[in-house]
């Protein structure tokens, strides 16, 4: 089963040619541009009356207590790892929707059988109980 | 009549008359460049007066009503007074990576512009890629919020985020899946192509409700990754003060404002050509009288017109719905739109395969 991913409308070669991708090079340079002169511009523009009181970490109106960076609630954490599993999932979706039809019931069968894993995993996060926020 | 693909090519015939090739290219491309920023200028000061008027609407207020004719040039004038602010960076912040975040959230929204159709014909860049290029640089917007949110050293926008952080990529998952739902009708990746196949028809009708479905958790994912409410957790204003972006002042506010309506616009244009038909225009059936008549209206106020009642749609949502709880707003993703979005994509390709479609 030849599978070609991402081949919609060009030939794989043309796909993959850096040309194609020049425009948005000169895109990214223009973001910089525009907002390296903005913040140029508001600097030369700005006051410069700088106290130690103004460069206090705010805390709403009283003084700073300690360093902000202390740990975290873990749970942040897993739901990032978790995103990262179940992202790349997702990901593979992408060849199969494109190719789907000449793929037909066969292709249907065993994408039904990567959801059938993606869900075991689903529920399994459910029962260990890695959504739930309260201990 | 003129239109945006005709402007265009007046414009490629009269340089490449002029100019050789090379030239001819280098300086289009600097009339695009341009042509973003300015685009990029006028969303954001077209947008923040939108959003103070319809909230206003909906309070039974009058809004802003000072500057200008009934108080439209009043972005104007926030944005100049943002200009002329000292723009500070707080002692105990990572100097480096606190003025970087900026630079990456503009960049984002930015590059995002690229492969939408905004009329007929009229696309900067037409990827054959389009929709994975979309998710994959929206993902990015992550990394600048985490970054500015660790480098202010401030509790809440530490607070905010890892709040943000924790939401914007689980809705990704489902607003990922959705999109996929309408690559599965299109066969296509391509924005064009994409747009093309809605021509006797947009998804959101020819799709039965499968497409529904889609559209649905698209709207809910998107306006909780673009941190509007009822998902603003990140920079809830009554909790947080202003989230990650509350040591930001001056210039480098406004910039992180501004991409994020931006972000907004591109999330509604990308809703708008995925199940609204872009900029396709409205048709029924057999009905040639009618049809004749909305084929009459520029492809680009069919565009800006869908886009901007998606706009209204996220903007009334803030109006009408108190913000979540962290956990009741994962709970939302992880147990309810992410396996309805996961059977959903296989309801969709079932019925692709047994061409159940128009």
Same mark, same amino acid.
């Given at each position: 089963?030849?599978?070609?991913?991402?081949?919609?409308?060009?030939? !794989?070669?043309?796909?993959?040619?850096?040309?194609?991708?020049?425009?948005?090079?000169?895109? %990214?340079? %223009?973001?910089?541009?525009?907002? #390296?002169?903005?913040? #140029?511009?508001?600097?030369?523009?700005?006051?410069?009356? *700088?106290?130690?009181? *103004?460069? =206090?970490?705010?805390?709403?109106?009283?003084?700073?207590?300690?360093?902000?960076?202390?740990?975290?609630?873990? *749970?942040? %954490?897993?739901? =990032?790892?978790?995103?990262?599993?179940?992202?790349?999932?997702?990901?593979?979706?992408?060849?199969? =929707?494109?190719?789907?039809?000449?793929?037909?019931?066969?292709?249907?069968? #065993?994408?039904?059988?990567?959801?059938?894993? %993606?869900? !075991?995993?689903?529920?399994?996060?459910?029962?260990?109980? =890695?959504?739930?926020?309260?201990? | 009549?003129?239109?945006? &693909?005709?402007?265009?090519?007046?414009?490629?015939?009269?340089?490449?008359?002029?100019?050789? /090739?090379?030239?001819?290219?280098?300086?289009?491309?600097?009339?695009?460049?341009?042509?973003?920023? &300015?685009?990029?200028?006028?969303?954001?000061?077209v947008?923040?007066i939108m959003?103070r008027k319809v909230?206003a609407w909906?309070?039974?207020r009058l809004g802003p009503n000072r500057v200008g004719p009934k108080g439209l040039l009043q972005s104007l004038a926030?944005?100049?007074?943002?200009?002329?602010?000292?723009?500070?960076?707080?002692?105990?912040?990572?100097?480096? @990576?606190?003025? @970087?975040?900026?630079?990456?959230?503009?960049?984002?929204?930015? @590059?995002?512009?690229?492969?939408?159709?905004?009329?007929?014909? $009229?696309?900067?860049?037409?990827?054959?890629?389009?929709?994975?290029?979309?998710?994959?640089?929206?993902?990015?917007? /992550?990394?600048?919020?985490?970054?500015?949110?660790?480098?202010?050293?401030?509790?809440?926008?530490?607070?905010?985020?890892?709040?943000?952080?924790?939401?914007? /990529?689980?809705?990704?998952?489902?607003?990922?899946?959705?999109?996929?739902?309408?690559? /599965?009708?299109?066969?296509?990746?391509?924005?064009?192509?994409?747009?093309?196949?809605?021509?006797?028809?947009?998804?959101?009708?020819?799709?039965?409700?499968?497409?529904?479905?889609?559209?649905?958790?698209?709207?809910?994912?998107?306006?909780?990754?673009?941190?509007?409410?009822?998902?603003?957790?990140?920079?809830?204003?009554?909790?947080?003060?202003?989230?990650?972006?509350?040591?930001?002042?001056?210039?480098?506010?406004?910039?992180?404002?501004?991409?994020?309506?931006?972000?907004?616009?591109?999330?509604?244009?990308?809703?708008?050509?995925?199940?609204?038909?872009?900029?396709?225009? $409205?048709?029924?059936?057999?009905?040639?009288?009618?049809?004749?008549?909305?084929?009459?209206?520029?492809? &680009?106020?069919?565009?800006?017109?869908?886009?901007?009642?998606?706009? $209204?749609?996220?903007?009334?949502?803030?109006?009408?719905?108190?913000?979540?709880?962290?956990?009741?707003? @994962?709970?939302?993703?992880?147990?309810?739109?992410?396996?309805?979005?996961?059977?959903?994509?296989?309801?969709?390709?079932?019925?692709?395969?047994?061409?159940?479609? $128009?």
């Open positions: 089963m030849d599978l070609f991913l991402l081949q919609v409308t060009n030939t !794989a070669a043309e796909a993959s040619t850096s040309a194609n991708y020049f425009p948005i090079g000169i895109q %990214f340079l %223009f973001a910089i541009v525009f907002v #390296a002169v903005m913040i #140029a511009l508001t600097h030369w523009l700005g006051p410069k009356r *700088k106290t130690a009181d *103004k460069l =206090a970490n705010f805390e709403s109106g009283i003084e700073q207590v300690g360093n902000a960076r202390q740990p975290m609630a873990i *749970k942040y %954490f897993l739901v =990032a790892i978790l995103f990262v599993l179940f992202d790349v999932e997702v990901i593979f979706f992408y060849p199969y =929707a494109v190719n789907f039809k000449s793929l037909g019931w066969g292709g249907f069968a #065993a994408v039904l059988m990567f959801v059938g894993f %993606f869900l !075991a995993g689903f529920y399994y996060i459910i029962k260990k109980g =890695a959504l739930d926020w309260e201990d | 009549m003129w239109s945006f &693909s005709k402007i265009a090519n007046i414009i490629h015939e009269w340089l490449s008359q002029t100019f050789n /090739v090379t030239w001819t290219t280098i300086i289009e491309m600097v009339i695009a460049g341009v042509a973003v920023i &300015s685009l990029f200028a006028v969303l954001g000061l947008l923040v959003e909230s909906m309070q039974i926030d944005t100049l007074k943002l200009l002329v602010k000292e723009g500070m960076t707080p002692n105990g912040a990572d100097k480096f @990576l606190f003025n @970087l975040a900026p630079f990456i959230a503009m960049m984002v929204a930015m @590059l995002l512009l690229a492969p939408i159709a905004f009329a007929k014909d $009229f696309q900067l860049w037409d990827l054959n890629i389009g929709v994975l290029y979309v998710s994959a640089i929206s993902s990015i917007s /992550v990394i600048s919020i985490l970054m500015a949110g660790w480098a202010s050293n401030n509790k809440y926008s530490l607070l905010g985020a890892m709040r943000s952080g924790a939401q914007i /990529v689980s809705y990704e998952l489902s607003a990922g899946l959705s999109v996929l739902a309408i690559v /599965v009708l299109t066969g296509s990746l391509q924005l064009s192509e994409i747009v093309n196949s809605q021509a006797n028809g947009w998804w959101i009708f020819k799709g039965h409700i499968p497409a529904i479905i889609a559209f649905i958790t698209f709207i809910i994912a998107v306006t909780a990754e673009t941190n509007r409410a009822p998902f603003d957790l990140a920079e809830a204003e009554s909790e947080l003060t202003a989230g990650f972006h509350t040591e930001y002042s001056g210039m480098k506010f406004a910039l992180f404002f501004l991409a994020e309506y931006a972000n907004v616009f591109i999330v509604c244009a990308i809703g708008a050509t995925l199940f609204l038909g872009g900029w396709m225009p $409205f048709h029924i059936g057999n009905w040639n009288g009618f049809n004749n008549i909305m084929d009459w209206i520029p492809s &680009s106020v069919w565009f800006f017109g869908k886009t901007f009642f998606l706009i $209204f749609l996220i903007m009334w949502f803030r109006w009408t719905f108190p913000r979540l709880r962290i956990d009741q707003l @994962l709970n939302l993703e992880w147990k309810y739109l992410l396996p309805i979005s996961m059977v959903n994509i296989l309801l969709v390709t079932a019925m692709a395969i047994l061409k159940w479609h $128009f």
